[in-house]
């Protein structure tokens, strides 16, 4: 690291101080004086809406390769009044984990992301630097009949994945990747490095699916791993509007939460290259066409399922179906890179009754038509979501939800003017979806991150006001989270504008 400043060799030096002498940090230590400084800092920031020369950077950024690098972080930034923000894939979608107004630091844990999968006892051990590709390679490297329940973007670090909540096409039959989470060992803000026994049940609790990064910093999670049969059934299934397929999404809405916990058929709304409006049936089905077909005839006829439209594959095959790198080796999976980026902002909802016609109509014919690139995930609920209780980890949005949206608009340009032009549609959008969507609180899921739906105060916030979007992340869980913040780290010294608060 090339330092001059004072501030920068005190830093360097409590680092030393505090870690493995025999894994000496200094060269994994970065300052903005330092040649390799911003390739590292621009190296996983996936939302180019962040990616300005006037967007603030980190003093220092470390890419420890040893947990005690990672305690000695903690240690010194409290020493030395730096915030921390932690960097597992890049992927927050408000620039959380590399973004901040006061003086910070970047911890980059992309360097610890060992997996050790032992399939004699259905668990793997996967460091948080880890993205969801690499745990998917190498489960599939041990089984082909075992798979995990997260998500279908390859090169989501599992750090900030997993804390999150983490859902994928087998949610409907395991829940989500916090719901099969069965240790964690994270640093707390005094630099000890816990595991669930010795942070207790209550912190293990609210960092499955409460945000880790409120909490301390997570080194590793240890998961469950799910059976999955040999042969699962893809299909994607293109429908225009003059087939009717306005009726068709009206009436998935109708039954896609019901089916089968075997059956996963997700809808995306957005224009195809010739800026033409024809939705998207994507599924994933946990067995072979043969059982597929006469599932789908009877409980979804009008989307008109053949034969010819399935395809049948392994699972790990399917999550390089899902992740846009069908027909390619699974190697694709250990590339951290191929994720397109882009500048984009995004939203989420839950429905808990299908939306009328009229108003799909309204937003796929009208509203649609005023931006670019506009697109809408429906992802249905249902089978074992409904099962577990709300309160059974942080994140609460069970029982009583069809479908979950993702609300995303992309665009090219670079600049303020065009963030205005764009994140303004949204916002209408969204403003527009209020009556059709839940209520008391208008639910929204942490992962998609929202600042529009409130931020904390630079120092401390209230209860009062951090409820405002916490009560719509965790609904009634948001109390428990409180109450686990103000224990473990009572100064609020891990801290963001959405994190939990402490109170006093």
């Known amino acids: 690291m090339a330092t001059s400043n004072p501030i920068n060799e005190t830093f360097l030096q409590c680092l030393s ?212 049969p040999p042969t699962v059934t893809v299909f994607r299934l293109v429908r225009t509007l003059e087939e009717g397929a306005i009726d068709l999404v009206h009436r998935w809405q109708e039954i896609a939460s019901n089916l089968h916990e075997d059956l996963f058929v997700r809808v995306i709304l957005g224009f195809d290259k010739n800026k033409t409006m024809n939705p998207l049936f994507i599924s994933l089905f946990l067995g072979g066409a043969d059982k597929l077909l006469p599932l789908m005839n009877e409980s979804f006829p009008e989307l008109g399922l053949e034969r010819k439209d399935c395809m049948e594959m392994s699972w790990i095959e399917s999550m390089l179906y899902f992740g846009g790198q069908e027909n390619k080796s699974l190697e694709v999976l250990l590339d951290r890179n191929i994720q397109d980026r882009r500048i984009y902002k995004a939203k989420s909802d839950y429905v808990k009754e299908p939306i009328p016609k009229s108003v799909l109509e309204s937003v796929l014919m009208k509203s649609f038509y005023e931006v670019e690139q506009p697109v809408m995930i429906l992802s249905p609920y249902g089978g074992r979501m409904s099962e577990i209780a709300e309160s059974e980890i942080p994140f609460p949005h069970r029982k009583g939800n069809l479908y979950k949206i993702q609300y995303l608009v992309y665009w090219k340009e670079s600049g303020t003017e065009a963030s205005i032009q764009h994140i303004g549609w949204m916002r209408r959008l969204y403003s527009y979806m209020t009556p059709y969507v839940s209520k008391s609180p208008r639910e929204a899921y942490l992962s998609y991150r929202d600042l529009d739906l409130g931020r904390n105060n630079i120092g401390n916030t209230s209860y009062e006001q951090a409820s405002v979007w916490g009560l719509k992340y965790f609904k009634n869980n948001f109390e428990r989270l409180v109450q686990v913040k103000t224990k473990v780290d009572p100064n609020n010294f891990f801290r963001d504008e959405q994190s939990i608060p402490a109170t006093t």
Not at 35 to 52: E, K, M, T, V, W
Not at 91 to 96: A, K
Not at 165 to 185: C, E, F, Q, S, W
Not at 197 to 207: R, T, V
Request: overall charge positive.
């Open 17 to 228: 101080s505090n870690s493995d002498p025999s894994i000496p940090i200094s060269k994994l230590v970065y300052s903005p004086n330092n040649s390799s400084y911003l390739a590292i800092y621009n190296s996983s920031i996936q939302n180019l809406r962040f990616l300005s020369s006037d967007t603030p950077k980190p003093q220092f950024i470390i890419t420890p390769s040893d947990a005690s690098h990672v305690k000695a972080a903690v240690i010194c930034s409290r020493v030395h009044g730096l915030q921390i923000r932690v960097r597992s894939g890049g992927h927050d979608y408000e620039g959380l984990s590399y973004v901040s107004k006061i003086p910070f630091i970047i911890i980059d844990v992309s360097n610890l992301r060992a997996i050790s999968i032992n399939i004699s006892d259905n668990s793997a051990w996967v460091q948080a630097g880890a993205t969801i590709g690499e745990v998917y390679y190498r489960i599939a490297e041990k089984s082909r009949i075992h798979g995990f329940p997260a998500g279908l973007c390859l090169t989501l670090g599992v750090g900030g994945h997993f804390s999150g909540g983490g859902y994928g096409t087998l949610m409907r039959k395991y829940g989500l990747a916090a719901d099969n989470i069965i240790d964690a060992v994270l640093v707390d803000v005094n630099g000890r490095i816990l595991n669930r026994e010795s942070m207790g049940e209550d912190l293990f609790w609210a960092i499955r699916g409460g945000g880790g990064a409120s909490f301390g910093v997570i080194l590793s999670w240890k998961i469950r791993l799910v059976p999955v």
